[in-house]
């Protein structure tokens, strides 16, 4: 097939084809809603042999996808934002279940106030649950993550659910080449479904009883242990995806000009692509500055950030999320990688809500903490929040506004 | 080279669809693109905007567009709606669907095509609303050469089976005679 | 289905696999039967094996006799009075232990 144009939401449709996905449920919800379009239009046309079940809401969709799952049948569910937190007991069970799953969430901020655009509150709910947790910055990537995530949420040294993250709007609903690959390559690529058990009439099981307390405990254990060994199988299924397609990625982390950088910018998704331009941009200013995409948020890949940044001086992390009353969610686990080193670490909040940040504003942001670290020494803020451009700098208009929304 | 390109319409012109067709068109030319709609809610009639990159590298940036090189306008009424120009980079290329000279003042190269009648012309007619956007695709090539006429053509029956496609296709190939600097 | 399952495990084990399954088996936390106060007891010339009891019993611990009447396992009955209260036949009496 050719390079075609296609959303982010299209490519995880026709990689949800191509993975010969059996069934499917979803409830719609902007920016999800026309991944579930796609995939019925295919289903109808008759270029995909799935069931597509109409539900009553997204905690009945992952639900329903959990229970086909769990009786041997490749599944998916796409949800968004409020979406998400709906169907949010339903990921623990899942995971806890230990029944593959591939579901993709569009990122969105989270009301109120009512907002459809960008940011990563919502996927970043998931980081406790047990779900493999991974961000895409292309739709080209999105098409790959989606049918890598089926490989590695069914490899037996694994299952567990795994989610594609992709931005809203940003992706969801921009057209952008994407080399869709041919039936035969995927097939190739996938393997006939694995899962550790399979529920049916015939089968005497029951899920989810009571358990004793210490077998509980080992059940998380497990799951942990299950989470390491993913880190190995993504890196894994990254070289495989390559020799068949010739697209690498990296796979826990994606490196850009890190090797002979003295600063580190740590991102994920798809504002990555700008934080690489401010990183031109620094380098041409003296500060040589590094990216650090996170391609995965859960398994953290601890070892391959202590690597990047062994030796700098500097790593400054953007979260496009905030966990309340402490830091953005990807700084507080960068700070736990890095204990114990002498390196400056800065967390900045910024781009919530869909709040667009172009290179310029990472640059900003980059200089700043660059110039602290070579006047300061060592420097360590773990909360600074970059205001949306019009506020930064200027209190007075802060509590204007203030005046007028309280 | 990064070309920023903003489509000014009315909901139900096809400013969205423009914005895809030129993409599908760079990428037929082994160039990379992105289009995207303005993230927001839309109605039929109201103004709307749309939005793509052209380059012949992969683009990573997906923050907005700001500073325009292109601007495309599909109903030169707009002028007196919204601020069509606002972020043009000097030197920049301005389309319009019009039949007199527009309103615009400025160090800018502007061009105009009858864009209304092209597609009367030829029937492009959507619930009595002309559709002027693969029209005013020809116009931009013609206008700006980012990409050949015989992409959008090519863009457009890939995308238009049939009779459809064949007179979207006159209207683009019409759009890219007519279209001149305006006087 | 299940054996194709326990096949994977077997051949491809993973350090260590939990998962929160079971499958029912007979007293499992024990003879419950001692935990009775009140014992249901079955007036057979009331009985007509109508199966109501049986239905409802969250223990299962109720058969059917070989006449077509019911019976109790009074080893696992934990003597909640389920049965006796559905019967539309009045035909399961509450006896307190002795």
Same mark, same amino acid.
């Given at each position: 097939m050719p390079i075609m144009g296609l959303t982010g939401n299209y490519a995880v449709a026709h990689a949800v084809r191509l993975a010969r996905v059996q069934v499917v449920a979803a409830y719609p919800i902007t920016p999800q809603t026309t991944i579930v379009e796609k995939i019925s239009e295919m289903v109808e046309k008759g270029e995909m042999n799935a069931r597509v079940i109409r539900v009553e809401s997204e905690h009945s969709a992952l639900a329903a996808v959990f229970g086909a799952a769990s009786g041997g049948a490749r599944a998916f569910t796409a949800t968004a934002s409020h979406g998400l937190l709906y169907m949010y007991e339903v990921t623990w069970w899942a995971a806890g279940a230990r029944v593959p799953l591939v579901m993709a969430v569009v990122t969105r901020a989270i009301g109120p106030p009512w907002n459809i655009h960008v940011d990563h509150q919502d996927i970043m709910t998931l980081r406790d649950t047990g779900w493999i947790v991974s961000m895409a910055q292309e739709n080209q990537e999105v098409l790959d993550l989606t049918i890598q995530a089926f490989r590695i949420s069914e490899d037996p040294r694994v299952y567990l659910p795994m989610v594609v993250g992709l931005d809203g709007f940003i992706l969801s609903h921009t057209r952008a080449p994407v080399d869709v690959p041919e039936q035969e390559v995927v097939?190739?690529?996938l393997p006939p479904r694995r899962q550790p058990y399979v529920i049916s009439p015939e089968t005497n099981l029951v899920m989810g009883n009571i358990a004793p307390d210490d077998i509980h405990f080992l059940m998380r254990y497990s799951m942990s242990e299950a989470m390491e060994a993913a880190k190995k199988v993504i890196e894994e299924v990254d070289r495989e995806w390559a020799k068949l397609t010739g697209r690498r990625y990296g796979g826990l982390v994606e490196c850009y000009k890190c090797e002979d950088a003295d600063y580190i910018a740590? %991102? %994920?998704?798809s504002w990555s692509g700008d /934080?690489?331009?401010?990183?031109?941009? =620094?380098? *041409? *200013?003296?500060?040589?500055?590094?990216? =650090?995409? =996170?391609?995965f948020i859960r398994?953290?890949?601890?070892?391959?950030? /202590?690597m990047a940044v062994e030796g700098k001086k500097g790593v400054i992390v953007f979260d496009r999320a905030v966990s309340m009353g402490a830091t953005g969610p990807i700084f507080a686990d960068v700070a736990h990688t890095l204990y114990g080193s002498n390196i400056s670490l800065m967390g900045v909040i910024a781009g919530l809500a869909g709040v667009d940040m172009k290179a310029r504003d990472f640059a900003e942001a980059m200089r700043m903490f660059s110039s602290r670290v070579e006047e300061e020494g060592r420097v360590y803020e773990p909360r600074f929040w970059l205001l949306p451009r019009r506020y930064r700098g200027r209190p007075e208009r802060v509590k204007e506004v203030a005046k007028r929304w309280s | 080279m990064l070309v920023e390109i903003r489509f000014h319409g009315r909901g139900g012109q096809g400013a969205v669809t423009a914005a895809n067709l030129l993409v599908d068109a760079a990428i037929h030319e082994g160039k990379y693109g992105q289009a995207f709609p303005h993230f927001g809610a839309e109605r039929r009639g109201a103004p709307v905007v749309a939005f793509a990159r052209i380059s012949d590298k992969p683009i990573q940036i997906h923050s907005q567009i700001e500073n325009p090189d292109i601007i495309v306008v599909l109903d030169s009424r707009l002028f007196e709606l919204t601020d069509v120009l606002s972020g043009l980079k000097p030197g920049g290329v301005v389309v319009v669907n019009s039949k007199g000279k527009p309103p615009i003042d400025g160090d800018f190269k502007v061009?105009?095509? @009858? +864009?209304?009648?092209? +597609?009367? @012309?030829?029937?492009l007619v959507v619930s009595g609303w002309p559709v002027v956007n693969t029209t005013m695709l020809g116009a931009l090539s013609k206008a700006t050469g980012v990409v050949g006429l015989e992409s959008i053509i090519w863009a457009i029956t890939n995308n238009f089976k049939g009779k459809l496609g064949e007179l979207n296709s006159e209207a683009a190939r019409r759009a890219f005679e007519e279209t001149k600097p305006c006087s | 289905m299940e054996e194709r399952a326990t096949k994977v495990l077997l051949e491809e084990p993973q350090t260590l696999f939990l998962a929160p399954l079971s499958r029912p088996a007979l007293g499992s936390v024990g003879k419950t039967g001692t935990w009775r106060t009140m014992r249901p007891v079955v007036i057979l010339d009331k009985c007509t094996g109508c199966k109501i009891c049986w239905l409802y019993c969250p223990e299962n611990t109720i058969f059917m006799r070989d006449d077509g009447k019911v019976r109790i396992d009074y080893e696992y009955c934990k003597g909640c009075g389920v049965c006796a209260n559905v019967c539309p036949f009045d035909a399961i009496e509450m006896v307190p232990e002795g």
């Amino acid at each position: 097939m050719p390079i075609m144009g296609l959303t982010g939401n299209y490519a995880v449709a026709h990689a949800v084809r191509l993975a010969r996905v059996q069934v499917v449920a979803a409830y719609p919800i902007t920016p999800q809603t026309t991944i579930v379009e796609k995939i019925s239009e295919m289903v109808e046309k008759g270029e995909m042999n799935a069931r597509v079940i109409r539900v009553e809401s997204e905690h009945s969709a992952l639900a329903a996808v959990f229970g086909a799952a769990s009786g041997g049948a490749r599944a998916f569910t796409a949800t968004a934002s409020h979406g998400l937190l709906y169907m949010y007991e339903v990921t623990w069970w899942a995971a806890g279940a230990r029944v593959p799953l591939v579901m993709a969430v569009v990122t969105r901020a989270i009301g109120p106030p009512w907002n459809i655009h960008v940011d990563h509150q919502d996927i970043m709910t998931l980081r406790d649950t047990g779900w493999i947790v991974s961000m895409a910055q292309e739709n080209q990537e999105v098409l790959d993550l989606t049918i890598q995530a089926f490989r590695i949420s069914e490899d037996p040294r694994v299952y567990l659910p795994m989610v594609v993250g992709l931005d809203g709007f940003i992706l969801s609903h921009t057209r952008a080449p994407v080399d869709v690959p041919e039936q035969e390559v995927v097939d190739e690529f996938l393997p006939p479904r694995r899962q550790p058990y399979v529920i049916s009439p015939e089968t005497n099981l029951v899920m989810g009883n009571i358990a004793p307390d210490d077998i509980h405990f080992l059940m998380r254990y497990s799951m942990s242990e299950a989470m390491e060994a993913a880190k190995k199988v993504i890196e894994e299924v990254d070289r495989e995806w390559a020799k068949l397609t010739g697209r690498r990625y990296g796979g826990l982390v994606e490196c850009y000009k890190c090797e002979d950088a003295d600063y580190i910018a740590i %991102t %994920t998704g798809s504002w990555s692509g700008d /934080a690489k331009k401010a990183a031109d941009m =620094l380098r *041409e *200013e003296g500060y040589n500055y590094g990216v =650090l995409r =996170l391609r995965f948020i859960r398994p953290w890949p601890t070892e391959k950030i /202590a690597m990047a940044v062994e030796g700098k001086k500097g790593v400054i992390v953007f979260d496009r999320a905030v966990s309340m009353g402490a830091t953005g969610p990807i700084f507080a686990d960068v700070a736990h990688t890095l204990y114990g080193s002498n390196i400056s670490l800065m967390g900045v909040i910024a781009g919530l809500a869909g709040v667009d940040m172009k290179a310029r504003d990472f640059a900003e942001a980059m200089r700043m903490f660059s110039s602290r670290v070579e006047e300061e020494g060592r420097v360590y803020e773990p909360r600074f929040w970059l205001l949306p451009r019009r506020y930064r700098g200027r209190p007075e208009r802060v509590k204007e506004v203030a005046k007028r929304w309280s | 080279m990064l070309v920023e390109i903003r489509f000014h319409g009315r909901g139900g012109q096809g400013a969205v669809t423009a914005a895809n067709l030129l993409v599908d068109a760079a990428i037929h030319e082994g160039k990379y693109g992105q289009a995207f709609p303005h993230f927001g809610a839309e109605r039929r009639g109201a103004p709307v905007v749309a939005f793509a990159r052209i380059s012949d590298k992969p683009i990573q940036i997906h923050s907005q567009i700001e500073n325009p090189d292109i601007i495309v306008v599909l109903d030169s009424r707009l002028f007196e709606l919204t601020d069509v120009l606002s972020g043009l980079k000097p030197g920049g290329v301005v389309v319009v669907n019009s039949k007199g000279k527009p309103p615009i003042d400025g160090d800018f190269k502007v061009y105009c095509v @009858d +864009a209304t009648k092209i +597609a009367l @012309d030829l029937g492009l007619v959507v619930s009595g609303w002309p559709v002027v956007n693969t029209t005013m695709l020809g116009a931009l090539s013609k206008a700006t050469g980012v990409v050949g006429l015989e992409s959008i053509i090519w863009a457009i029956t890939n995308n238009f089976k049939g009779k459809l496609g064949e007179l979207n296709s006159e209207a683009a190939r019409r759009a890219f005679e007519e279209t001149k600097p305006c006087s | 289905m299940e054996e194709r399952a326990t096949k994977v495990l077997l051949e491809e084990p993973q350090t260590l696999f939990l998962a929160p399954l079971s499958r029912p088996a007979l007293g499992s936390v024990g003879k419950t039967g001692t935990w009775r106060t009140m014992r249901p007891v079955v007036i057979l010339d009331k009985c007509t094996g109508c199966k109501i009891c049986w239905l409802y019993c969250p223990e299962n611990t109720i058969f059917m006799r070989d006449d077509g009447k019911v019976r109790i396992d009074y080893e696992y009955c934990k003597g909640c009075g389920v049965c006796a209260n559905v019967c539309p036949f009045d035909a399961i009496e509450m006896v307190p232990e002795g």
